[in-house]
């Protein structure tokens, strides 16, 4: 019988994970889904016929009557506190926990022991791609844990909210957590590096359509390894992020950093999309 499934978390990333299982998936029906703003699972659940998905108003109710827990929440104290909240559920033993928030390693250890300790499978399962990628079902998941759990979870992976995934069956969970932050940093390091060409595309003159030509016809290709480096680079991107939060608050992505660059060199923050600029040259 197909597993039933509880999702928690209906943040960006989550919406467009969710979206695709309960699309895609073979599980039982409604996936039960709970987000601490409950008007976003309302919203969530409002785009799939009634019985595909049945909002919990606890994470108690939806982990007693789940097989599988997906999680992905803001950070690490909100992940752990989560994690309380489903151990103290009642009986948990025998269900899988695939917990795929960006958090430090360490915490991604003493999670999964905490689990471990009361019978529950966990899966580390960090994303790589932005919630655009989530939507359409095209992000990279790296699974950590051992070989059975990894394998259940994958399921919901390629094909499902993935295009690919990183398999480390049988590897310390810890692992799955340092490739996504190592992975960041070359993320950060190439908005970086985009940002600042396509400004100088658009002040020199060249304009920013032949770059997005060029970028489009390179990628993806081979990426620098910058094991055991200082890494310059990242610590300009970071500025750049402090500043990304100065002026557009915690709403700031990473994305952002062209805003910043283009500020720096007497843009206006916000760019004008390729298309309005056609439209103007053609008017
Ligand atoms: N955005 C990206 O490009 C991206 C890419 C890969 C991985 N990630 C990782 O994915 C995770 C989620 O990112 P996101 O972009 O989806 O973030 P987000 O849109 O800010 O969503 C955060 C989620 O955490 C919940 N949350 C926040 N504080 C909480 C609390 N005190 N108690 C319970 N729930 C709480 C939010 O609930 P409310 O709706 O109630 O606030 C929401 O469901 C993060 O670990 C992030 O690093 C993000």
């Known amino acids: 019988m197909a597993p039933t499934l509880f999702w928690i978390g209906l943040g960006n990333m989550g919406r467009g994970m969710c979206k695709n299982i309960v699309e895609k998936a073979d599980v039982a029906q409604p996936v039960l889904v709970y987000n601490r703003t409950k008007q976003k699972s309302v919203d ?17 109710a939806g982990v007693a009557r789940a097989d599988i827990i997906f999680m992905i929440l803001a950070k690490d104290d909100i992940v752990e506190a989560v994690a309380d909240e489903i151990l103290k559920a009642g009986d948990v033993s025998g269900k899988l926990i695939v917990e795929c928030s960006t958090i430090h390693p360490d915490t991604t250890v003493r999670v999964a022991k905490a689990f471990w300790d009361r019978g529950v499978e966990f899966v580390a399962a960090p994303v790589f791609g932005a919630p655009a990628m989530a939507e359409i079902g095209q992000l990279v998941g790296v699974l950590a844990g051992p070989k059975d759990s990894v394998q259940k979870a994958s399921r919901y ?23 996504k932050l190592v992975g960041n940093t070359f993320i950060l390091n190439m908005v970086e590096q985009l940002s600042e060409a396509l400004v100088l595309a658009e002040k020199s003159g060249l304009g920013t359509q032949y ?13 620098a390894k910058a094991c055991g480096v200082r890494m310059r680079n990242l610590e300009v ?22 805003g910043t660059v283009r ?21």
Do not use: C, R, W
Not at 157 to 173: C, L, R
């Open 263 to 283: 500020a720096q060199a007497g843009l206006k923050y916000e760019n004008e999309p390729e298309e309005n600029k056609s439209k103007a040259k053609a008017q």
């Open 211 to 223: 770059l997005h030509e060029l970028v489009g016809s390179m990628f993806p290709g081979p990426l």
């Open 237 to 258: 991107a970071d500025a750049h992020l402090d500043q990304v939060v100065e002026h557009q608050g915690e709403k700031g992505d990473i994305a952002s950093i062209y």
């Open 44 to 60: 969530f659940s409002k785009q799939f016929p009634a019985e595909k998905t049945e909002i919990v108003d606890s994470i108690a």
């Open 157 to 179: 992976f390629k094909g499902v909210m993935a295009k690919g995934e990183i398999d480390m069956s049988d590897e310390p969970y810890e692992k799955a957590l340092t490739l």
